[in-house]
């Protein structure tokens, strides 16, 4: 960009070419959640196998999982903070939305002996929905706020059905709300880096 | 009757960022050379210009052993901006 005197009509081209240019960049590659739902679907369906043979040793399946699931997620964004040569407004939204999730999914995980496991898994569902939504709606991104409304809708049937039975929900839950929206945003993402 | 343009801003490199940084939260020297496609030593010269009149920070650091430059755009910097955009329309306008 060369240095020379410019008229109203082009300034305003520069304005609105820079500001298109930030704006267009889809922030986020879907990575973790993609990841996240894998490993919450595979982890319910375990469970519901164990139950159904009757075996307490499926459950061992969460302490294992997802603490795993924890590391590999600050080792990948961490990765990709270092990466990143640009934090947009819509990076800044996305990691306190999703930092609220983690502390409300925690706290709720925590008081599980307290609240009983269909009470946990009900409100897990519920703030599955209400990440996914937020998410959604930052990165306009439709997939994942219809998506979302499945955990909503998971998450009441959970009420009505059985402990085995929650755990199906649980996986149509992620299924839905996390899997198949971050599988688009996925390649919606690669289709924009590979422009 | 029309107001002067800030001279700051009305050139075109100096506006691309100061246009870039509206839009974002913080980006890196690397990032602004990119997008704009300065060299980067005009892109250091006009940077320093918009920070000596306080409408960016630079934020000097280290990242893997190299150095890092980050820009920001200020509370100055934004309400320059918003004028340099308000006196324009009157330009367009006309």
């Keep these: 960009m060369e240095e020379k005197e410019i008229s109203p009509a082009e300034s305003l081209d520069i304005i609105k070419s820079m500001i298109d240019t930030a704006k267009n960049k889809l922030a986020d590659d879907g990575f973790l959640i993609v990841f996240w739902g894998w490993l919450v679907f595979f982890a319910a369906l375990i469970n519901y196998t164990g139950v159904l043979l009757q075996t307490d040793a499926a459950y061992f399946v969460w302490p294992i999982l997802m603490p795993l699931g924890g590391i590999i997620s600050v080792i990948y964004s961490r990765r990709r903070a270092k990466k990143g040569i640009v934090r947009t407004y819509i990076d800044s939204y996305l990691g306190y939305s999703w930092t609220a999730f983690i502390i409300a999914m925690s706290v709720t995980l925590v008081c599980m002996p307290v609240h009983g496991m269909p009470t946990t898994y009900f409100f897990l569902m519920i703030l599955y929905g209400m990440a996914t939504l937020i998410s959604g709606g930052i990165l306009n991104f439709r997939p994942l706020i219809i998506g979302s409304l499945f955990s909503f809708v998971c998450a009441v049937?959970?009420?009505?059905?059985?402990?085995?039975?929650?755990?199906?929900?649980?996986?149509?839950?992620?299924?839905?709300?996390?899997?198949?929206?971050?599988?688009l945003l996925r390649s919606q993402y690669k289709s924009q880096v590979n422009v | 009757?029309?107001?002067d343009l800030d001279p700051l801003l009305h050139s075109q490199l100096r506006l691309a960022v100061v246009s870039l940084l509206v839009s974002v939260k913080k980006a890196e020297f690397t990032y602004l050379k990119e997008q704009t496609k300065a060299t980067a030593g005009n892109l250091s010269v006009q940077l320093q210009k918009l920070k000596d009149a306080d409408y960016i920070e630079i934020e000097k650091s280290f990242k893997d052993n190299y150095?890092?430059?980050t820009c920001k755009i200020t509370k100055t910097g934004?309400?320059?901006?918003?004028?340099?955009?308000?006196n324009l329309k009157q330009y367009i306008n006309q």
């Design chain 1, 157 to 183: 049937a959970s009420v009505f059905l059985g402990t085995s039975e929650q755990f199906l929900c649980l996986a149509g839950s992620v299924l839905f709300s996390y899997i198949i929206p971050g599988h």
């Design chain 2, 1 to 3: 009757m029309f107001k």
């Design chain 2, 67 to 69: 150095p890092l430059t």
């Design chain 2, 78 to 86: 934004i309400k320059a901006f918003e004028e340099y955009v308000k």
